[in-house]
């Protein structure tokens, strides 16, 4: 029997039309473009507008873009995931929504959350669907509007983070191609690093800690700096060794988007050339999960058929991976 592996068949986007630059952030943090551009490589940022619009909404405009793309009647999908540590509601499913506006009325759907590794938590969970044999449509998005879970006062992050939203659908493939290997971790030591610290069961919402601010994201930089590098290094390492592939038979190193000096210093240690690098933190900055599917996107036609890309990707929690998929379509 011919093996069955999950291959990406098609990619959308969303990204807001806000554009937060460095200079209007000038106005509302003591910061300035250089600062910000030296140390994160960051130059503007998209931001969702208007009453009434989460998540969900950059969830459907992506998904609505692939299915454009790739002519897929949303009925033929089986399965809905949304990677997002920002959910439209705490208890009511995201892509159970999403799933119903998009019209993929046999779908089921449910939110995965693993902060900026979502995504790549997701392949893992898709792929695992469709080579199990069972499914032949999964749907993975990748949407955070992070603007609402940040502090503009607080220049440590509100210089970071951005909106957006990008999905990757997975269908069977017969030819090897697709995701060939992964290699997931976790550290609950992360949570003293990068977090935020009520709205929990841990610490439930009440004025108190409304007033105290503690429903925004804090990240103890440095520290967070010093894991990702070394702990994407070490996993986009392990892929490599366990494949027996070395840099040259790289096409390209798909890494989460947190900080242009983690990017570059994961290259480095793995060996991959700046030109092999997929990079558009500079326009969007930190998408936490919607990062590796937006440079599916923005990369979509430089991909062909049969390229190895590896991807890394480094979260709160902590949650980390890397994994090797062989690329199935020329757009």
């Not at 799933?99 to 900026?116: K, M, P």
């Not at 804090?218 to 986009?236: I, P």
């Not at 947190?258 to 933190?281: F, L």
């Amino acid at each position: 029997m011919t093996k069955i592996t999950a291959a990406i068949t098609a990619v959308g986007k969303y990204v807001p039309e806000y554009v937060l630059t460095n200079k209007e952030l000038e106005t509302m943090v003591d910061t300035n473009d250089e600062w910000i551009t030296s140390r994160t490589g960051i130059k503007e940022r998209r931001i969702l507008k208007g009453e009434g619009l989460g998540t969900s909404y950059m969830a459907i405009k992506a998904a609505e873009e692939l299915l454009q793309k790739s002519n897929v009647d949303p009925a033929e999908i089986d399965l809905i995931i949304i990677g997002t540590a920002t959910p439209d509601l705490p208890i009511a499913s995201t892509a159970a929504y999403v799933a119903s506006e998009i019209g993929a009325v046999n779908a089921f759907g449910y939110d995965l959350q693993a902060a900026c590794s979502s995504f790549l938590y997701g392949m893992s969970t898709a792929a695992s669907y469709i080579e199990s044999g069972r499914y032949k449509k999964v749907l993975l998005i990748g949407a955070d509007k992070m603007s609402s879970i940040i502090d503009y006062k607080d220049r440590a992050t509100c210089i970071i983070f951005g909106d957006g939203a990008g999905a990757a659908l997975f269908e069977p493939n017969f030819e090897g191609l697709g995701l060939q290997d992964e290699y997931l971790r976790s550290d609950g030591i992360g949570r003293d690093f990068l977090r935020i610290e009520a709205g929990g069961s841990l610490m439930p919402t009440t004025k108190e800690t409304v007033a105290a601010d503690k429903h925004f994201v804090y990240q103890e930089g440095k520290t967070v700096f010093k894991y990702a590098v070394s702990n994407m290094a070490d996993v986009a390492g392990k892929v490599l060794e366990r494949n027996d592939l070395s840099e040259k038979d790289i096409q390209w190193l798909v890494a989460h988007q947190a900080n242009k000096r983690i990017i570059e210093a994961i290259a480095k240690r793995v060996g991959v050339p700046s030109e092999k690098v997929m990079m558009n933190i500079q326009k969007y900055g930190n998408t936490t999960s919607a990062t590796l599917p937006l440079l599916l996107a923005d990369y979509e036609s430089q991909l062909k058929k049969g390229d190895n890309l590896i991807f890394a990707a480094f979260g709160g929690g902590f949650t980390w991976g890397a994994a090797y998929v062989k690329w199935a379509y020329n757009s």
